[in-house]
């Protein structure tokens, strides 16, 4: 069955502070992983998308990599406007749609 | 201009009741898709459509019932509704079911938020 856990759940950083948001994945037969960006009450807004061990993306202050069995999105001096929550979702050969994790929320304070 | 818009944003209903909620797209997808996302923000699949036909339906209760009556809309038709079935349900399109790179990537609404008292 396939699973996606993200770490961690929660994260607070000051304006400035770099960090990094990691996906664990287990799939069978990985057809793309997804990373989204959800702001509170609204819908999830496409980041990247990330095909082959070794590919990396970037867009602004944020940098996604991808290995076999994880996925990290790098934040490099990071604002408040980057607060949201990130999610993650690998589509997998065998399934039907995006299987999300639960993400993780970052608040980012100036 | 919106590419994936649902209607309406809020519902506030009775237990019982019977609610639908519209979606549609601008993108000239093939595909569509409903998501629940429950008070733990957990968001997951509810249904598939491509080219108006149903190709995903995860396990949901037989109340909820997907409707597309053409490529760029897909409404969801919730019926005896329950406690439990208060989350924000989103939609989403791609352009392709099943697609090779970019044709994979999935556009959402800003979803319609239930709440059943």
């Known amino acids: 069955e396939d699973q996606v856990t993200q770490s961690p759940e929660a994260l607070r950083l000051q304006e400035g502070e770099s960090s990094s948001l990691n996906c664990s994945y287990t799939?069978?037969?990985?057809?793309?992983l997804f990373w989204y960006r959800q702001d509170p009450g609204k819908g999830p807004e496409f980041l990247f998308t990330l095909y082959s061990a070794g590919e990396e993306k970037e867009k602004e202050r944020l940098k996604a990599t991808l290995t076999k069995k994880e996925s990290f999105l790098h934040i490099t001096a990071p604002k408040p406007e980057d607060s949201a929550t990130y999610l993650c979702a690998p589509n997998s050969n065998s399934g039907y749609a995006l299987n999300f994790g639960k993400g993780t929320s970052l608040l980012v304070t100036p | 201009d919106t590419a994936v818009s649902q209607t309406p944003k809020y519902l506030v209903t009775q237990m019982g009741n019977d609610k639908s909620i519209k979606c549609e797209q601008n993108l000239g997808h093939d595909t569509m898709y409903w998501y629940k996302q429950d008070s733990k923000k957990f968001l997951k699949i509810m249904f598939s459509y491509n080219n108006k036909e149903l190709i995903i339906n995860e396990t949901v209760p037989n109340r909820f019932s997907p409707k597309s009556p053409d490529k760029a809309h897909l409404n969801l038709h919730i019926n005896s509704l329950e406690l439990g079935d208060s989350a924000v349900y989103f939609c989403a399109s791609s352009q392709e079911w099943r697609g090779r790179g970019p044709t994979d990537t999935q556009y959402f609404g800003p979803g319609t938020r239930l709440t059943v008292l």
């Open positions: 799939v069978s037969g990985l057809r793309g």
